[in-house]
């Protein structure tokens, strides 16, 4: 029956885990916006140079 | 020009979608490509972006802009220096950080293009947005750009900000919500886990396992101590709270419930007679807090509490010997000397200096025509200058002036809890006093028959009354009828307004901004004009700052332009103007002065006349738009809608009488303190009144009303002092909105109802002394989910028909 009091030290330790990981990522603010992130990942990124000319146009002035 | 059709459009609307904003074009079709455009506004931001190769900005999602209508702000006060340090948040050399709030983000592709803005200028960096904020964070090389450079670039594309120097108002609040999960979080932890570690003792141990028994009751307890302490304890603060002002809220037995779930668990293990409740102790907590999540995801983006100061500018131009410079308005003194320009709003009561000026003082009494001013006259803040830059001397300092004064009303200092008691907590009162008596009833009969058994029926009573299932009934209703209404663009302050709605028995409009559609007017010609005389109606108009002369000139500003000379230009006062035009006397204005006949049959709208040369061409019928469906509403509503409050004269009676039925009380000339004491006097005969106003002018009778309703066409923009926000296209579906907040309130009864059989049962086990943990454990968690599904399932039903409606 030893083991069934092991069980429950690992299965509560690691329960224990879940909940520090839970609430490290409620302080640093993973839940403050669940909108942006999932669509910022699906934006394609186009290269810069594609308005060079309108980038100098900014530079000069 | 109206009568553009497409017939590849939804069939609901015959008129062209803006490709910018998706708003029906409806004066004027502007076009590029293939593309139609709303206003100017929207065509603009469309060429900034398709210039700098950013067009996915609609390809991301169909329209996905706001209208452009607003008058373009004058953002010259983020020059000054004290203004900018407020602002910004960082800065070295080359490199600053600023994070301003955004109202006009809403959706992937506003996302897309504000993280795209390095794009338009390299001197931008970086830019990130937080969503539900709607704030953006910008950093920017101040080299090559200065703050009033990238608050005019994001104005440019659409996306102005509101800039506010008051820190706090956007900092305040977020934490709540967060505090809230956490807590949450913690209860279903050690839910999960107890209830793991009860099974064994439900089950049966064997004589061998015996020492187990400590070992799980010894667990539970210490994975008890957290839900007890932490998520459990705003439950206590609430209830004593409420217990040393004498009034019982539905905390009180909470409280009760969960202290004698607690001790009794302890007394229980200590005494070694059973596993105790803990169980029942952390889900009855899980469910509670999720229950008061769910009823908190409100409208964090709005806010609900904006004052007058919102609407002030935050700075203004100052004259004084050293030249002129802008000044913060909260340090204007008595005798300055400020210079107003054309569409801002002066900021504190003044003299004027100058020989006349136009003022609207729409915000300020809802009267729609601006007024004039001469020399020495008494301009109050508030007041909007038309035309001609305007110089004032200030009399009174922003904080003692008129516009002040209202606010200053006793009606914004109370607290809406003191006028209002909630259904929940006035149930919970009585609930708590026959669940008291009970319990006391019970202790003498037990007393008389079995005393040992006293403390345990007690105590089991006290659980299992505790009245989770009745704590969760408002939440998850009103929580989910919130969503409803937020799908139709009608955004409640909080839950409790629904109830308060489910009250209503009287309808008070307000007119400008509301019943009709605020700045927009309609401008038709009603006669012949060739493009040749249009032009000449143009270029005379263009000398005119008369409201009415530049309705007409934006209507004419179609038509083809040549070389024109305009001579002998003469403005007479409450009658027209007249010029001559290319060697043309051209002359437009009222009937009487151009010698024409007054059209009389036309009572929807202001006419302007027009002649050439003599000749009657005919005139232009100026109206105000009224927002459609609103007869269809005003019939549903019937008797309910009481009357008309109006801050303009009587010249729309005639109009207005014929949408509104007969009972409805028109009064006109209204101030906003006379609109506070219509409600006021309605609501001391005992009426419920809604309020419905544009939140301006009206604002104290909003916040007098039992439910201050603002109407408003940019949700984002404009968010003043009230219980609800509607958008205008809203408005027709308001009394569907009543009726589904009746129907909550009928769907939380009958959750009481359903509570109270629970209830019934429970105490039945624990008068007769059975309330083993297994019943507690099996009862308690069924009656929150039998409350909680049963009243997602009828509101789904009563808004089954309500559908949502295009964007």
């Keep these: 029956m030893i083991i069934v009091g092991f069980l429950i030290g690992v299965s509560l330790t690691i329960a224990l885990v879940f909940l520090g990981i839970f609430i490290w990522s409620m302080r640093s603010g993973q839940y403050d916006d669940t909108y942006a992130p999932p669509l910022r990942m699906l934006f394609d990124d186009k290269p810069v140079e594609e308005n060079k000319a309108e980038n100098k146009a900014d530079n000069t002035r | 020009m109206e ?35 709303c206003c100017l506004g929207c065509k603009t931001v469309f060429e900034i972006l398709s210039e700098n190769n950013l067009g996915d900005y609609y390809k991301l999602q169909s329209a ?34 600023v994070t301003l709030t955004v109202p006009a983000i809403h959706c992937a592709s506003c996302l897309w293009l504000l993280e795209n803005l390095y794009r338009i200028n390299r001197n931008i960096f970086r830019t990130e947005v937080n969503f539900p904020r709607k704030r953006v964070t910008l950093f920017f090389n101040p080299k090559g750009i200065d703050l009033k450079g990238v608050v005019q670039l994001l104005d440019k594309i659409g996306y102005p900000p509101h800039i506010t120097l008051n820190a706090q108002e956007e900092q305040q609040r977020p934490s709540y919500n967060k505090k809230l999960l956490l ?21 049966g141990l064997a004589e061998t396992e015996q020492q187990f028994k400590w070992i799980f009751s010894l667990l539970n307890i210490a994975l008890s101590l957290p839900v007890v302490f932490y998520s459990a304890w705003d439950y206590f603060t609430s209830a004593w709270k409420s217990f040393r002002i004498r009034q019982i809220n539905l905390d009180v037995p909470l409280a009760i419930g969960i202290a004698a779930l607690f001790l009794r668990s302890l007394y229980d293990i200590y005494m070694g007679t059973g596993p105790g409740y803990l169980d029942s102790l952390a889900g009855l907590l899980f469910f509670l807090l999720t229950g008061r999540w769910f009823q ?30 802008t000044s913060l308005v909260v340090n204007l003194q008595k005798d300055h000397v400020m210079l107003v320009r054309n569409q801002e709003i002066v900021p504190a009561d003044s003299d004027l200096l100058d020989e006349e000026a136009l003022v609207d003082y729409s915000f300020v009494t809802g009267e729609a025509r601006p007024v004039l001013r001469r020399r020495g006259e008494h301009v109050y803040a508030g007041g909007r200058i038309v035309g001609k830059p305007a110089r004032l001397m200030v ?21 809406d809890e003191s006028r209002y008691k909630r259904m929940i907590d006035r149930t919970a009162t009585r609930f708590t006093w026959v669940i008291l008596s009970l319990a006391v009833g019970s202790a003498i009969f037990w007393y008389l028959n079995d005393a040992s058994q006293v403390w345990l029926v007690v105590s089991s009573i006290l659980i299992v009354a505790c009245p989770c299932a009745l704590a969760l009934s408002a939440p998850f209703t009103y929580g989910n009828m919130l969503r409803v209404f937020g799908n139709h663009h009608f955004y409640l302050k909080n839950a409790d307004v629904i109830e308060r709605m489910a009250q209503v028995d009287g309808i008070v409009f307000d007119k400008t901004g509301t019943i009709t559609n605020g700045s927009a007017a309609t ?9 040749g005389e249009q032009e000449l109606i143009r270029a005379l108009t263009a000398g005119s700052a008369h409201p009415l002369s530049t309705l007409i000139h934006r209507h004419l500003e179609g038509v083809p332009q040549g070389a024109v000379t305009l001579n002998g230009f003469n403005e007479v006062p409450g009658a027209g103007v007249e010029g001559m035009v290319n060697g043309h006397h051209v002359r437009i204005g009222s009937g009487a002065w151009l010698g024409m006949e007054e059209i009389t049959t036309d009572v929807q709208s202001t006419r302007v006349y027009a002649s050439i040369d003599g000749i009657p061409k005919g005139y232009f019928a100026i109206g105000s738009r009224q927002r459609p469906g609103l007869s269809e509403l005003l019939q549903k509503l019937g008797k309910k809608s009481l009357a008309l409050l109006s801050g303009d004269n009587t010249g729309d009676r005639e109009r207005m009488s014929a949408i509104f039925p007969q009972e409805t009380e028109l009064r006109f000339n209204q101030g906003p303190q006379e609109k506070l004491d219509y ?13 419905i106003g544009d939140g301006l002018n009206d604002s104290g009778a909003l916040k007098q009303s039992h439910v201050g309703v603002a109407v408003t066409d940019d949700t984002g923009f404009f968010t003043p002092s009230c219980d609800a926000i509607l958008q205008g296209s809203q408005l027709p579906a308001l ?62 039903f009563v808004s089954r028909n309500f559908q949502r409606p295009r964007k």
């Design chain 2, 296 to 325: 908190n995801l409100t409208y964090e983006n709005l806010a609900f509490d904006r004052d007058y100061k919102a609407f002030f500018p935050l700075a203004v131009s100052v004259e004084s010997d050293q030249g002129i410079s």
């Design chain 2, 679 to 691: 409600i006021r006097q309605q609501q001391d005969n005992g009426r419920h009144v809604m309020m």
């Design chain 2, 523 to 531: 401008v038709s010609f009603k006669g012949q004009l060739n493009d």
């Design chain 2, 395 to 415: 009399t009174r300092r922003v904080s003692q002036g008129h516009l002040t004064s209202l606010w200053n009303n006793e009606v914004f200092r109370k607290s």
């Design chain 2, 183 to 203: 807590k949450l979080g913690v209860a279903a932890f050690a839910f999960g886990n107890i209830m793991l570690l009860s099974f064994p003792e439900y089950l």
């Design chain 2, 3 to 37: 009568s553009v059709t497409t017939t590849n459009l939804a069939p609901v609307t015959n008129k062209l979608a803006c490709y910018h904003c998706g708003q029906p074009c409806e004066d004027e079709v502007l076009k590029v490509d293939d593309k139609s455009f």
């Design chain 2, 735 to 796: 009394s569907e909105f009543l009726q589904l907040a009746r129907q909550a309130s009928t769907i939380v009864k009958l959750c009481f109802i359903i509570s109270f059989l629970y209830n019934v049962v429970g105490l039945s086990f624990a008068i007769s002394g059975h309330l083993t943990p297994l019943v507690a454990a099996i009862l308690m968690p069924a009656s929150s989910i039998t409350v909680v599904s049963f009243t997602s399932a009828a509101v789904w």
């Design chain 2, 64 to 97: 996905p802009g706001q209208q452009q209508l607003r008058p373009s702000t004058n953002f010259e006060f983020l020059d000054n220096e004290e203004v900018r340090q407020k602002l910004i948040e960082f800065e070295s050399e080359g490199y600053a950080k």
